[in-house]
């Protein structure tokens, strides 16, 4: 299986072709949606990387998939600029999943 990138700028998709993963950049909402129609049809493509950016811009089609597809995995990615989750986010994601905190 392969991993495919659906990035919003050209520093991502470049770092990612230099290790092997295959992308296309969208930064409009359409263009979104066409890459991740092409990607859900090719059987070979395990794991979609969607940069954080695109993800907190279009949540409506991330959840779509998520939820329509079991397949191919989507995970969101910080791209060059960092991460927009908080410095604790591991923390507390497992505070909220078990119920203590630690």
């Known amino acids: 299986m392969r991993m495919y990138l659906i990035s919003d700028n050209t520093d991502t998709l470049t770092g990612m072709r230099l290790a092997g993963v295959d992308g296309v950049i969208a930064n409009e909402k359409e263009t979104l949606e066409k890459a991740l129609n092409e990607v859900l049809k090719d059987k070979n493509i395990g794991i979609i990387l969607l ?33 927009g989750r ?4 591991i923390t507390a994601y497992v505070n909220d999943a ?5």
């Open 86 to 89: 908080r410095p604790d986010f």
């Open 98 to 102: 078990i119920g203590l905190k630690l």
């Open 51 to 83: 940069t954080e950016a695109l993800g907190k811009k279009y949540p409506e089609l991330v959840k779509t998939v998520r939820t329509e597809h079991k397949k191919p995995l989507l995970i969101e990615i910080p791209d060059r600029h960092g991460t």
